[in-house]
C-alpha cells in the first residue's frame, strides 16, 4: 500500500506530505482543486510519462517521493534482484525528480533506475483506474493474463514450464534453420573459413611477436645514428691523443695530492675519483655495444616484410595480433561445426522433436485449466455485475481460432496455444461483442468495476486508484458503486476521486482538496477532515454551494448507512 506521498514543486503544489490509511481513501473538494494533480504524481512514482511541464512556474524541478509497502511475491522479488534494489523489510521508497530541462532522475530504496525499470516495478504496486483510462482490461491481448491470474497455482506453474520448454524449442528450431535453409550459403561461408584459417595459420604468427619487430626494426634503421653516437662518445673518452678520462685523472691526481690539507679539497678529490671510475665504466659499456653492434641490411628486410604481413592481417581480422589469433581460433571452431553439420543438424532436429511434442502436451494441460478457469471467471463476473445492477448482461471469455488441441507448432505462442478475448452484450437480445469495442459511460464503469474487485483479490496489487469512475451514474447504481469500490478496499488499499456522496460516505480516510491564492500564486492544500467536516463536506456534495438542513441530516443519514454496511 501507499504509506506517504511527498509532492514539491508539482504543477500547483507547492509543498505536500501526505500519510495514507489501509482501506479505502476518498479525495474530493470542488473542480479545479488539484484532486488529480495528487493521483498524476502517484502516476508518476508508477513510471508514468513525466514532463517539464510538470514542475512548478519559477521552480528548476519537481520532487515526488513515496513510500510502499508490499506482500512479498516471487516476480516482484527477481525484479528487484535484477536491478541490484535493496528489499528493506518489504518496503520501497520510490523518488522521482523531474526538472525543467525534461531530465528525469528515478531511485528505489536510494538505486538509480530507469524509468523502464520503474514502470515495471510500479506495476506491481499500483492500479490506476480513470474515466478514460481502462488500462490493461480495454487491451485485449492483456486478457490471457487477466484469466491466468484468476486460476489456481498450479496454472500459473504449468505456464511456467511451458514458456521454458516454448522458448528453448524457439531458439533450437533457428538453430535448425540456419543450418539447413540454403546449402549454398554454407558452402560458400566453408570457402572463406578455411581460405581465413588457411591465411592466418601460414602465417604463423607469435603473441607480442609484432611489438619485437618493431623495436628491432628500430635499431636496424637507426644503425648509422647509433653507430657515430657510440663512437664519438668513445673517442671523446678514450682517444689516443689527450683524452677526457685523461684529463679527469689528471684532475683526481692533483687534487689527491692536496687532499690532506683541507676536508673540502678531500671532497672534491673524492668526487673526481668517483666520476673517473664511472666514466671508465661507461667507456668500457660503450666498446661492448661497439663490438656487438652489425648491421643487417637483409634482416631489417626480412622485418620490413613480416610487419607489411602482420598489418595486412589485421586489416582483414583484427586490431592488434592477438585479435587475429582470436579470429583464427573462432574461425577453425566454426569450420569443424560446418564440416560435421549433417551431425548438427540431426541433433538438433531430434531435439526440437521432443521439445515440440513437449510444449504441444504441456500447452493442452493449459488449455484444459483455463477452460475450467473460465467458466469460473465468468460466473465471479456476473454475480458482480449482478450487484451493480446488470443483472441482464452477459459475459464471456472468448477462446478464438487458434486455441484447442491443435499438434502444429505453428499454433504454439509464448502463453500456449489459446488465444482469449472477453466478450459482453450489455443489453438483453444484443449479440456478444468484444469488450474493447463497449461504449463508454455509467455501464462501462460498472463493468470495469465489477473486473477490479475480482482481480484486485488475484493480481496483488497494494494500491488501486479509482479517478472518477463513477461518472454517469446516480441512484441506487451510486450506492451500489460505492459498496463495491469498499469491498475492493479488503484486498487492496484504494485512493478515489469521486463527486457522489454515496461513495464519499462509505471511505474509512476522507481528504478535503482545496486551493488558495497566497502571496499571489495559487496553491493546493489538503485536509484529513473530521466527522463533523465531513457531515458538511458530503452535504454540499449533495446539494452544491447552498446547504440545508435536510441536505446536512441527509449527509448524516448516508454516513450512518455506510457506517452499518462496513460493519
Known sequence: ????????????????????KKGMTVLTGETGAGKSIIIDAVGLLAGGRGSSEFVRFGSKKCILEGQFSYQPSESLSSLL??????????????????????????????????????????????????????????????????????????????????????????????????????????????????????????ANLQPNEEEELKEEEQKLANHQTIVEALSSSYTTLQGEELSGLDLVGQAMEKMDSISDMD???????????????????????????????????????????????????????????????????????????????????????????????EALHLADQL?????????????????????????????????????GKNNSASSLLDNGKDRVEFFVATNPGEPLKPLS????????????????????RSQGITSIIFDEVDTGVSGRVAQAIADKIHSVAHHSQVLCITHLPQVAAMADQHLYIRKEVRDERTSTFVEHITDEERTEEIARMLSGEVMTQLTIETAKELLNLASDKKK
Not at 604481413?309 to 560446418?338: F, M, N, P, T
Not at 456476473?382 to 487458434?402: A, D, H, I, R
Not at 469495442?437 to 484486485?456: N, P
Request: proline share 0%; net charge negative; charged share 30%.
Open 81 to 202: 534482484q535484477q536491478n541490484a534494489i535493496e528489499e528493506e523489510e518489504h518496503t520501497l521508497l520510490i523518488q522521482r525528480e523531474i526538472f525543467t530541462t525534461g531530465r528525469n532522475v528515478c531511485r528505489i530504496n536510494g538505486s538509480m533506475v530507469t524509468i523502464a525499470v520503474l514502470k515495471e516495478i510500479g506495476s506491481h504496486l499500483i492500479d490506476i483506474h480513470g474515466q478514460n483510462e481502462h488500462q490493461e482490461l480495454m487491451v485485449s491481448e492483456n486478457h490471457i493474463h487477466l484469466l491466468d491470474h484468476f486460476g489456481p497455482k498450479e496454472l500459473e506453474s504449468t505456464k511456467r514450464a511451458y514458456q521454458t520448454v516454448y522458448r528453448e524449442f524457439r531458439q533450437l528450431g533457428k538453430e535448425r534453420k540456419e543450418w539447413v535453409v540454403n546449402e549454398q550459403e554454407l558452402v560458400q561461408r566453408m570457402d572463406i573459413l578455411k581460405y581465413q584459417v588457411e591465411e592466418i595459420k601460414s
Open 263 to 357: 676536508e673540502k679539497f678531500k671532497q672534491i678529490a673524492d668526487t673526481l675519483s668517483a666520476a673517473f671510475f664511472q666514466l671508465q665504466e661507461a667507456s668500457s659499456d660503450l666498446y661492448s655495444e661497439m663490438d656487438q653492434l652489425e648491421y643487417d641490411e637483409e634482416r631489417l628486410n626480412e622485418i620490413e616484410e613480416r610487419l607489411n604481413l602482420i598489418q595486412q592481417l589485421k586489416r582483414k581480422y583484427g586490431h592488434s595480433v592477438e585479435d587475429v589469433l582470436a579470429h583464427y581460433a573462432q574461425a577453425e571452431s566454426e569450420l569443424e561445426k560446418l564440416e560435421n553439420r549433417e551431425e548438427q543438424v540431426d541433433q538438433l532436429s531430434k531435439k526440437t522433436a521432443q521439445l515440440k511434442t
Open 1 to 20: 500500500m501507499l504509506e506517504s506521498l511527498m509532492i514539491k514543486d508539482f504543477a500547483i503544489i507547492q509543498d505536500l506530505a501526505l500519510e495514507f
Open 367 to 403: 488449455s484444459d485449466m483455463r477452460i475450467q478457469t473460465a467458466k469460473k471467471l465468468e460466473q465471479a463476473i456476473l454475480e458482480q455485475l449482478k450487484e451493480l445492477y446488470m443483472e441482464k448482461v452477459k459475459f464471456s471469455v472468448t477462446f478464438k481460432e487458434g486455441a
Open 437 to 456: 469495442r463497449v461504449a463508454s459511460g455509467g455501464e462501462l464503469s460498472r463493468m470495469m468495476l465489477a473486473m477490479k474487485t475480482i482481480f484486485s
